[in-house]
């Protein structure tokens, strides 16, 4: 783990606006600077970076943060990875906490077999740019396939010399220890000689989603028949093969700029597809899509093309592998190609545009597409057409999302002329085994036909959330403001009557709020907030006024998010000139004290409303005699109609 004063000396020195310039064009606006936003197309700006509170706002998304949480948005890097990225840009030093034995002999075994697959890199790369084999045998083949040097470079692909131990030997002369050559399948120990597994080879590097190389496939340049034509690296304890796409580490930006993966089958394709600025594309390998690679891509976008050949004769079997992109709940389209044509020859003879409205035009919905295929397949068999139709049932049957199931449902409906209502009956004998067929197409028709109303629409609102995150914003804002608050008290009147006393109170804004909460023994339920509470209460208590630069530089992600939501809130305004347009923001800070009673008092009220309804749950689901938590919800009723009054006469 990186130790707590790295982190603190990174958060220390990093500018948010020099983080961000390195990514995006940013242009001066007053005291900010502003951009087009990385996360959505736009033509007008409505990304801000504020230096003077170290926080960044994509109006577009809704994102924002300090730097770190930029770097996790748009590198989709982890944290400790962002905390390198900006130790490294900085020029500080990362110290390490303190680990056990185990844990320091496992980082140390792991770092290793980086350093030898790092390495054999190195030695491919040197193979194809520097060694006259490479040269004449492995550029020749790729300036014929078209490729240039800036994305030879990007991709770092290689050469493997035809010797029997080229690498193995370099490898051990540099000290690698033969038991990680072998671990990591580059070398083979053959009776005690350790030989080389690629010969003869262009080598592409696999990398793992932060970009280190973990493996290799090497496609075979000369005229062996006897050899496979590609080879990947065997599975290792950093390489495995169903965890990782290639390509992602060069497309993870373009895939969340564009909200788009497109998937390939091999990795020249990828190659081909960046070369001719298509650079939101990964590759399979040939292998049906796993869960693990699902969630890679999940990681950046929702929305899927896979491609295939226009003559790929495994396009059944593989869209079987599809089928595990629906279980995901992602959005999946499919393109074949013109008979006869690859990726890499269909970019040849056509422009980036024209391939991109090829796509466009003749991407169709997984569904619709093996239905097609399908129905081809039965033409008039009905047997046949029976069985289609219920192999396009099981599919939509995965999916997660019901609306969804029903969409699909009505264009099954459709391309295979068959009714509505015996899909979803046959949909509901998949669904469920234990109701009966027609109350589950009953629930799917009453789905179908029902109007959300405006009051279920309202329900829906997370009251709660909404209410944390006002308390927050007047804690972040006017903590340390003193208000004048108007407190409700009992006095005992000639020593035996008890009567209401109003009674101004000067106080500072976060000791009202603290005291009132603690009062109810209230503590926020979202745990970001909750944190959040902590941190701001701790500072305002220790008579320390807040440096909003210093805390949000500080904070986690996911509480600089929230912040940054808070304090840029006004640069949207600025940003599309409201005030020019006469729409003029009212100023809150003229009336603090009423927003925080208003807050806590509503607060309150939507608990209280909670205990009753658990209380009357509990009391219709219980057959026993229930006067105590009766009279629990006469007391509770009665508190509302209090909190109620109080809330009326502050509105």
């Known amino acids: 783990m990186i130790s707590k004063s790295t982190i603190d000396k990174v958060y220390d020195a990093s500018r948010v606006e020099e983080v961000i310039s390195d990514f995006i064009q940013l242009k001066k606006s007053g005291s900010n600077f502003k951009g087009l936003s990385p996360f959505s197309k736009e033509k007008t700006p409505s990304f801000m970076v504020s230096p003077a509170k170290q926080i960044w706002k994509d109006f577009s998304s809704g994102k924002g943060g300090n730097s770190v949480a930029f770097l996790m948005e748009h590198e989709q890097f982890s944290y400790p990875e962002a905390i390198r990225f900006l130790a490294k840009k900085y020029n500080i030093e990362i110290e390490e906490t303190y680990k056990t034995e185990k844990e320091k002999e496992k980082l140390s075994f792991l770092e290793s077999l980086y350093l030898v697959v790092q390495n054999a890199k190195e030695n491919f790369k040197n193979n194809l740019w520097e060694r006259d084999e490479g040269k004449a045998i492995a550029m020749t083949y790729l300036r014929e396939r078209g490729f240039e040097n800036e994305v030879i470079n990007l991709f770092d692909i290689g050469y493997s010399l035809n010797e029997k131990s080229h690498f193995s030997d370099q490898a051990l002369k540099k000290g690698y220890s033969k038991k990680y050559l072998e671990l990591i399948g580059l070398s083979i120990n053959k009776d005690n000689t350790y030989i080389d597994r690629f010969r003869s080879r262009l080598m592409f590097p696999i990398k793992n989603f932060?970009?280190?190389?973990?493996?290799?496939?090497?496609?075979?340049?000369?005229?062996?028949?006897?050899?496979?034509?590609?080879?990947?690296?065997?599975?290792?304890?950093?390489?495995?093969?169903?965890?990782?796409?290639?390509?992602?580490?060069?497309?993870?930006?373009?895939?969340?700029?564009?909200?788009?993966?497109?998937?390939?089958?091999?990795?020249?394709?990828?190659?081909?597809?960046?070369?001719?600025?298509?650079?939101?594309?990964?590759?399979?390998?040939?292998?049906?899509?796993?869960?693990?690679?699902?969630?890679?891509?999940?990681?950046?976008?929702?929305?899927?093309?896979?491609?295939?050949?226009?003559?790929?004769?495994?396009?059944?079997?593989?869209?079987?592998?599809?089928?595990?992109?629906?279980?995901?709940?992602?959005?999946?389209?499919?393109?074949?190609?013109?008979?006869?044509?690859?990726?890499?020859?269909?970019?040849?003879?056509?422009?980036?545009?024209?391939?991109?409205?090829?796509?466009?035009?003749?991407?169709?919905?997984?569904?619709?597409?093996?239905?097609?295929?399908?129905?081809?397949?039965?033409?008039?068999?009905?047997?046949?057409?029976?069985?289609?139709?219920?192999?396009?049932?099981?599919?939509?049957?995965?999916?997660?999302?019901?609306?969804?199931?029903?969409?699909?449902?009505?264009?099954?409906?459709?391309?295979?002329?068959?009714?509505?209502?015996?899909?979803?009956?046959?949909?509901?004998?998949?669904?469920?085994?234990?109701?009966?067929?027609?109350?589950?197409?009953?629930?799917?028709?009453?789905?179908?036909?029902?109007?959300?109303?405006?009051?279920?629409?309202?329900?829906?609102?997370?009251?709660?959330?909404?209410?944390?995150?006002?308390?927050?914003?007047?804690?972040?804002?006017?903590?340390?403001?003193?208000?004048?608050?108007?407190?409700?008290?009992?006095?005992?009147?000639?020593?035996?009557?008890?009567?209401?006393?109003?009674?101004?109170?000067?106080?500072?804004?976060?000791?009202?709020?603290?005291?009132?909460?603690?009062?109810?023994?209230?503590?926020?339920?979202?745990?970001?907030?909750?944190?959040?509470?902590?941190?701001l209460i701790k500072h305002y208590q220790s008579g320390e006024s807040i440096d909003l630069n210093n805390l949000i530089k500080k904070l986690p992600p996911d509480l600089s998010s929230i912040v940054s939501d808070i304090l840029m809130k006004d640069e949207l305004y600025k940003l599309h000139g409201w005030n020019k347009k006469n729409i003029f923001i009212k100023d809150k800070e003229s009336n603090v004290s009423q927003l925080v009673v208003e807050t806590i008092l509503s607060l309150r009220k939507y608990l209280i409303d909670k205990k009753i309804n658990e209380l009357q749950v509990s009391i219709e689901n219980s057959s026993e005699n229930n006067k105590e938590v009766l009279s629990d919800v006469i007391s509770y009723s009665q508190l509302k109609k209090v909190v109620s009054r109080k809330l009326n006469r502050v509105i």
């Open 210 to 535: 932060s970009g280190r190389v973990i493996g290799f496939g090497g496609r075979i340049l000369n005229n062996n028949l006897k050899t496979a034509k590609y080879i990947n690296s065997p599975e290792s304890d950093i390489y495995h093969k169903s965890k990782v796409l290639y390509g992602l580490y060069e497309s993870k930006k373009e895939i969340v700029k564009k909200d788009l993966c497109i998937i390939v089958e091999g990795y020249t394709d990828v190659i081909q597809m960046h070369q001719s600025g298509i650079k939101n594309v990964v590759a399979s390998s040939g292998t049906s899509l796993s869960n693990d690679q699902i969630r890679l891509v999940q990681r950046l976008t929702s929305n899927i093309i896979v491609l295939f050949d226009g003559d790929d004769a495994g396009l059944n079997a593989s869209l079987r592998g599809l089928v595990t992109i629906l279980k995901n709940g992602m959005n999946v389209r499919v393109c074949q190609l013109p008979h006869g044509e690859d990726p890499d020859s269909f970019l040849k003879s056509n422009s980036k545009e024209k391939t991109l409205d090829y796509f466009n035009n003749f991407s169709k919905d997984f569904i619709q597409f093996k239905a097609d295929i399908l129905s081809k397949k039965s033409k008039n068999d009905p047997v046949k057409k029976s069985q289609t139709i219920f192999e396009i049932v099981e599919i939509i049957s995965i999916i997660p999302d019901q609306i969804k199931q029903q969409v699909y449902i009505q264009n099954c409906s459709k391309i295979m002329d068959i009714s509505e209502d015996i899909l979803f009956n046959t949909l509901a004998q998949i669904n469920s085994k234990n109701l009966t067929v027609k109350n589950k197409k009953n629930s799917y028709e009453k789905d179908k036909m029902r109007v959300i109303n405006k009051s279920e629409l309202t329900d829906k609102i997370d009251h709660v959330y909404e209410l944390e995150f006002q308390i927050i914003k007047i804690l972040l804002l006017y903590g340390n403001k003193d208000e004048s608050f108007v407190e409700t008290i009992l006095k005992n009147h000639d020593g035996e009557e008890l009567i209401e006393e109003k009674v101004e109170l000067n106080v500072k804004v976060f000791e009202k709020i603290f005291l009132d909460l603690q009062q109810d023994e209230i503590e926020l339920a979202q745990e970001s907030f909750r944190n959040l509470f902590k941190i």
